[in-house]
Structures are given as C-alpha cells and as structure tokens.
C-alpha cells in the first residue's frame, strides 16, 4: 500500500485522519491525470479532514487514525487503525450504490482531460462544472453510506470519494 503522513503533529484526541494508503494491487493502471487526482486528494485530506469513526470513538479511540482503503468482494474495505497501526475496526461499505457515480465521474473526467488539450475555455468551464456536480452527489451519497459509522465532512467526503475512483480503475 502507498500512502502519505502529515508532516505536522496533530494534538491527541484529535478525530482526522494523519495517513491515508490505497490498496495498490486493487488499482491495475491509471494515467498521469489520474495520479495526479489521487496525490492532490491524498495531499488535501491529509491537510484538513473530519473522520471520527463512531465505535471506535465509543469505545475511547481519540485519533489521528491511519486508513487504509481497499476493495473486497465489491465492497469497499475501510480499516481504521491509530497512531501505533493497531486496528481499531474494519468498515465494509456497500459499492452498488457508486457504480454509476463512479462510471458518471470516470466519462466526466475524460471529456475534462480532452477539453483542457483543445476546448474553448468556456467549454472547459462548463464541463468541469457537471464534473463537480457529479462528485458533489456522489460525497452526499458516501455520507449518507457512513452515517452511523464515521462522522465526516463534505470536503473529506470528496476527497474519499475521489480515492475510491481511483481504486476501481481497470485499464
């Protein structure tokens, strides 16, 4: 698994997320566009995040935790560890409801990344704007998904979402 560590030294007790990593043997390819989306979204959510996993917290968790993402038998696989690595828990999320956000997101994308090689800037706009609006939903959606098991925010929302993306990449 890759992944990145924040630099600066959250104080204890804080509920976020310090280190992030992405199940590399899920993830077959991706292109320079796509890894450029998967470092800024891990760079982003390592900066600023909300991500309090509700057991874990119940039972005393106090965070930074570590995360790490991967994919398992469809669902998305979220294990919560704290600062020592020790697993506080496993979270099995449901990915049926994300196929088509996610092909959406995908398809979206591509028409991004060719309309920045030879669109007008307009056009450029507002394909970025549906792009945004389909990301926009499909956080809504993961926060609807981890209701009752994580409290986050918006911004982290989006910036997971952008991850499991990149986790369903096949080339």
């Known amino acids: 698994m890759t992944g990145l560590t924040s630099d600066s030294s959250p104080p204890v007790g804080n509920h976020r997320i310090a280190h992030i990593s992405l199940d590399e043997e899920t993830i077959l390819w991706r292109n320079a566009d796509v890894e450029q989306e998967r470092r800024v979204a891990i760079y982003d959510l390592i900066e600023e995040n909300t991500f309090k996993p509700v057991r874990s ?37 449901g990915l049926a409801r994300f196929r088509r956000p996610i092909r959406e997101y995908f ?29 926009n939903n499909a956080a809504e959606l993961l926060v609807e998904r981890l209701e009752g098991k994580v409290e986050t925010d918006f911004a982290t929302a989006r910036r997971l979402f952008t991850l499991i993306c990149v986790l369903h990449i096949k080339g």
């Open 57 to 93: 917290a119940e039972r005393g968790a106090k965070g930074p935790y570590r995360l790490a993402l991967s994919v398992i038998d469809g669902r998305l696989a979220m294990e919560i560890s704290d600062e020592k690595e020790q697993l506080l828990e496993t979270l099995l999320i």
């Open 107 to 135: 398809a979206i994308c591509d028409s991004y990344y060719q309309a920045i090689r030879k669109a007008t800037p307009a056009e450029i706009e507002t394909i970025d704007m549906a792009r945004r609006g389909i990301h």
